[in-house]
């Protein structure tokens, strides 16, 4: 059987190992590991995800406490449609982040932005039209676009001078979606340059209902395989969710797959954003520690640790720092599930809110653990150190593993 290192990735005039490390929001994918994906001939994702807080972190600046002050008088309304993000500052936020991931780049491969359309914040159009744009302007390899249809991304795009020239993807996890998705764009004259198809035992937000057992990640890909060869469109496949090993990898790639995304072998890596305490739980996890629920306000489904400590946990709504999730009318749901709580609850100094959880906050704080299906085979890629933790790994090793094993 052939090794992964006997394929290579076709995008225009470059060619790439066929590795792709995933988006994992926010700041799970973080720089210093989409640059070692870039240096070893793949390709690396940064996250467009809360971008403000990330360069907060990365680079000492101060938007979330500029924001977080700016409206601290409504932290106590539930409305929170006046609580909007300055748009030359979400630009300034991205530019540091985005650009200065470009900056340090070196080796032959190439550095992507995962763009998520479930990040409405309070804006849909205009806060994406802003990261995509800003993103082109200092130069990033490509985007993928994810978690949403993106309809409209490509047109928000399409008087950019990068357009044809940047890498521009999109995460589907159905023929339909991918069906809509060209149609709608028929009209730009531009294909999308790959296509990721990401199955039910993905990490983060899945493209599935509750009822994810029933999907295959095989079987879509065959499908949309036979689809893009029936209409005679020449445009590379990768599929993502579940392929943990280099001969899973491989597999893929004899039956037609231009390239794999993957992720979950990544989060126990040193490079990986995820402070080190988390990477032990991903490593000590047992399949039964994993769970799918629906606590995001997205409404989407997610896979996560059952010990993350934002499940259940009951904060106040943090949508004057953050809101992220607010979709353009000033609501999130987690903003009602919490209010309900403290109705029921009256004179309560701590509630529980068991159905949502205000992901903002729980994501900045890494207390969403959310995780691959796969995770708890981590345990099985490194050995037990004499305190009784797991030897992280390093992003060349997983990426080497997959490429040569
Ligand atoms: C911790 C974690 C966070 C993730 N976050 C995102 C995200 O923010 N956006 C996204 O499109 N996909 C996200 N994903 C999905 C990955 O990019 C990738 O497609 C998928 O997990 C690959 O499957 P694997 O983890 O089994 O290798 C995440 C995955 C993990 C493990």
């Known amino acids: 059987m052939k090794s992964v290192d006997n394929f290579r990735l076709r995008l225009g005039k470059h060619e790439l190992v066929p590795i792709v490390i995933g988006g994992m929001g926010v700041d799970i994918s973080a720089a210093g590991l989409a640059l070692e994906g870039a240096r070893l001939g793949g390709i690396?994702?940064?996250?467009?995800?809360?971008?403000?807080?990330?360069?907060?972190?990365?680079?000492?600046?101060?938007?979330?406490?500029?924001?977080?002050?700016?409206?601290?008088?409504?932290?106590?309304?539930?409305?929170?449609?006046?609580?909007?993000?300055?748009?030359?500052?979400?630009?300034?936020?991205?530019?540091?982040?985005?650009?200065?991931?470009?900056?340090?780049?070196?080796?032959?491969?190439?550095?992507?932005?995962?763009?998520?359309?479930?990040?409405?914040?309070?804006?849909?159009?205009?806060?994406?039209?802003?990261?995509?744009?800003?993103?082109?302007?200092?130069?990033?390899?490509g985007i993928t676009l994810s978690a949403g249809l993106h309809l409209g991304s490509f047109a928000l795009m399409a008087?950019?001078?990068?357009?044809?020239?940047?890498?521009?993807?999109?995460?589907?996890?159905?023929?339909?979606?991918?069906?809509?998705?060209?149609?709608?764009?028929?009209?730009l004259d531009r294909l999308p340059d790959y296509v990721v198809v990401e199955g039910p035992l993905a990490g983060g937000h899945l493209g599935f209902g509750m009822d994810w057992t029933a999907y295959d990640l095989r079987t879509i890909v065959a499908e949309i395989h036979a689809?893009?060869?029936?209409?005679?469109?020449?445009?590379?496949?990768?599929?993502?969710?579940?392929?943990?090993?280099?001969?899973?990898?491989?597999?893929?790639?004899?039956?037609?797959?231009?390239?794999?995304?993957?992720a979950t072998r990544f989060t126990v890596t040193r490079e990986c954003g995820l402070p080190d305490a988390v990477k032990q739980?991903?490593?000590?996890?047992?399949e039964d520690d994993i769970e799918v629920n629906l606590i995001s306000p997205t409404g989407y489904p997610m896979r996560m640790l059952k010990g993350s400590p934002a499940i259940g946990a009951g904060i106040r709504p943090n949508c004057e720092a953050y809101g992220y999730l607010l979709d353009g009318k000033g609501s999130c749901a987690y903003i009602?599930?919490?209010?309900?709580?403290?109705?029921?609850?009256?004179?309560?100094?701590?509630?529980?809110?068991?159905?949502?959880?205000c992901?903002?906050?729980?994501?900045?704080?890494?207390?969403?653990?959310?995780?691959?299906?796969?995770?708890?085979?981590?345990?099985?890629?490194?050995?037990?150190?004499?305190?009784?933790?797991?030897?992280?790994?390093?992003?060349?090793?997983?990426?080497?593993?997959?490429?040569f094993g």
């Open 44 to 141: 690396g994702h940064i996250s467009d995800a809360m971008v403000p807080a990330v360069s907060d972190t990365r680079f000492q600046t101060r938007f979330v406490s500029e924001k977080a002050k700016l409206y601290k008088h409504n932290a106590a309304n539930s409305d929170k449609s006046s609580v909007l993000f300055n748009l030359e500052r979400l630009a300034e936020a991205t530019r540091n982040h985005v650009g200065r991931t470009m900056d340090a780049k070196r080796g032959s491969g190439m550095i992507f932005i995962n763009c998520m359309e479930k990040l409405t914040m309070n804006a849909p159009r205009e806060t994406l039209q802003v990261r995509l744009r800003t993103a082109l302007d200092v130069g990033v390899d």
């Open 281 to 286: 739980e991903y490593f000590n996890a047992s």
């Open 227 to 262: 689809y893009l060869q029936a209409e005679k469109l020449d445009i590379p496949l990768i599929p993502a969710g579940g392929i943990f090993t280099g001969r899973d990898a491989a597999s893929y790639l004899e039956a037609g797959a231009a390239a794999v995304q993957v």
């Open 159 to 187: 008087d950019h001078p990068r357009f044809r020239d940047a890498k521009l993807g999109i995460i589907v996890s159905s023929l339909r979606a991918l069906q809509l998705f060209l149609r709608k764009n028929a009209r």
């Open 359 to 403: 992901l903002c906050t729980a994501m900045r704080n890494f207390d969403c653990w959310t995780c691959g299906h796969n995770t708890y085979r981590l345990k099985e890629t490194s050995r037990k150190l004499p305190d009784g933790t797991y030897e992280l790994l390093t992003a060349e090793q997983v990426f080497h593993d997959y490429q």
């Open 336 to 357: 009602m599930a919490y209010n309900r709580e403290v109705a029921a609850h009256p004179g309560a100094k701590r509630i529980s809110v068991p159905d949502k959880t």
